[in-house]
Structures are given as C-alpha cells and as structure tokens.
C-alpha cells in the first residue's frame, strides 16, 4: 500500500504534515508506504529534526509549489515539477495506491478528473463532508461544493457514493438515504428536490428514507444526506462556526468539538477511479493524520473499486 502526501500543500505545510506523518507512524507499527512529495531542501530536515524513520518512507522531490490563488488548470500544466502535479502523475502510473493533499482545492479537483478520469458511468465526481449526530454517530452530507448546479440524475448517483462510503468507510450497516428539502412530505421542495425524490424511491441501490429537513441534519432519521453542491456548501460552512461559536464563548463540550475539522482529516473526491483526498487549507497534524488514515481505509476496502462495480452493473 503506497500512499502519496503532499508535503507542501497548506498553510502550515511543511511543518504540519512532517508532524502528522510522526503523529501516524507513532500509532501504526504496520503503516503504509508514504511517498513525501515536496521541497526536499525543506522537507528533509524537518523529518530528521521529528526523528521521523521508517523503512517505507521516502521523499520525492518537487521543488514548484501551486499557490491558492493561482488558476488550477494553467498552473498544473504549467507547474509540472509542483508537489501536486508530480502526485498526480505517481497516482496515475501507479507508483502510488492514493494521493492526499491539503493544497489548492482547484488544482486537486481538476487533476483528479483529468489524470485519473471519473469512473465509467458517473456524471460528476462529488465531495462530502462528515455530520457529527447527537447519537454520537456519524453521518454523510453530499455534495457540498464541487457540484454548484446539479441534476435529479446526480442526486441519484451521489446518494449511491455516499451509500458505499458510508458502508465501508464510516462502517454504518444498511445507511439511511435522506432528500435535504423544505418539508417532509414528497411533492415538497424546489424543480430539483421534486424531480430527484422519484429517482431515490425507485433506486434499489439505496436505503431510501425520504426528504429531510434542516432540523433533521443532526439526528437519526438519515445517515447520507444528498443535496445540491450550493446547499450543501452553505450547511457545510454553518456547521463549522458551531466549533469557532463554542469556542469563543468557552463551551466545553464534547459533542461541539466534534464539529473541528481536524477530527476528519479531509474529504474523498468520490466517483473517480483512485483514492484523492483533499485537506482543508489550515490543516495541523492531526488533520494530516487522519487524512492517511482515510486514505488506508479507502485503498484496504478497495472503495473505489467497488464504486466502478456498482455502475458496471
């Protein structure tokens, strides 16, 4: 198992991911191989500052760096020895089973649809992002802001991805399929949610537990939640202020601090062909982690694999 970090995406970078490399090996006796993509000038001596040794590591060099402001698609043409475009090309040779990056999201979107493709059958790739639920468990909101304008058909799929993730990922047994709208009742919602809930009843694919209202996000009633990548972004960005709001206000509780990103790592692109996970641009070690981890769970499940099998079928 080969697992590609890029050491010099994120604000923190390289620090933070040489840190959260120590923070994995430190828990994994059996870890996987990490390919540390990035500045070796910089990269290097912070390894051997962590007394970060271990027989499957190793640096590739990659002295360019693509900037959060920069264009994605001009910048991974014209940056080919960046830390993001060489990971992209290990990914796609093979060198490397997954890539992980907390870098410009643009440029991590467009490489995992041009070097790896989208699988066979899928209209548009997607990302999540986790809901804590007051249970204690763990639930899926997709799409929240790859996909802005979206159609009943990617709904559809979408709740077929998240379906699989939330299977073999987060380890939830039959999960619960939920419609984001403004009313339970079916017929409700906008052009979108009135075309999309036929296409969820009939799909044999999923569990479908009919529409779901914003006060539902956080309870049982669903345990992937499909919507709209506008919506989802808006729900997405309100549910990270929980964590800011109770810290500020010196709120001690475990269930907000479920809300930190850091818990997480970063989000799967789901629905191409190879395992990308894209970290949030203040990333700290934990983050990195957790990100690895993800990545080990992916590739171990062979998620991906399994997507491709569900629409040959």
Do not use: W
């Amino acid at each position: 198992m080969n697992i590609g970090l890029d050491m010099m995406g994120g604000d923190f970078a390289p620090l933070e991911a040489v840190k959260g490399l120590q923070l994995y090996l430190s828990d994994n006796p059996h870890a996987a191989a990490l390919f540390c993509i990035g500045d070796e000038a910089k990269v290097q001596p912070l390894l051997e500052e962590y007394g970060i040794v271990s027989p499957g590591l190793q640096v590739i060099h990659a002295p360019e760096v693509i900037g959060y402001h920069e264009h994605p698609t001009k910048a991974l043409k014209e940056k080919q020895r960046s830390s993001i475009a060489i990971g992209f090309h290990l990914l796609a040779t093979g060198k490397i089973d997954a890539f992980i990056s907390a870098g410009n999201t643009g440029a991590m979107l467009v490489g995992a649809m041009f070097s790896i493709k989208t699988i066979p059958g899928i209209l548009r790739p997607t990302i999540s992002t986790i809901i804590p639920k007051l249970n204690g468990g763990t639930g899926l909101l997709l799409d929240v802001g790859l996909n802005a304008d979206c159609k009943p058909e990617q709904l559809n799929q979408f709740a077929i991805l998240g379906t699989l993730y939330a299977s073999h990922i987060l380890n939830i047994s039959d999960p619960k399929t939920g419609l984001m709208n403004v009313g339970e009742e079916e017929g409700k919602g906008n052009l979108l949610a009135q075309a999309t809930y036929p296409l969820l009843k009939e799909n044999t694919q999923i569990h479908f537990a009919g529409n779901i209202e914003g006060r539902d996000i956080f309870s049982d009633k669903a345990d992937v939640i499909v919507c709209d990548g506008f919506t989802g972004n808006i729900i997405l960005k309100m549910a990270e202020s929980v964590y800011d709001i109770s810290l500020q206000r010196g709120i001690n509780d475990a269930y907000f601090s479920r809300f930190h990103y850091e818990n997480y790592g970063g989000t799967p692109v789901l629905g191409v062909n190879k395992p990308v996970i894209i970290g949030h641009g203040i990333s700290n070690a934990k983050a990195f982690q957790n990100m690895i981890i993800v990545a080990e769970k992916m590739i171990q499940s062979d998620l991906c694999g399994k997507m491709a099998e569900q629409f040959r079928s």
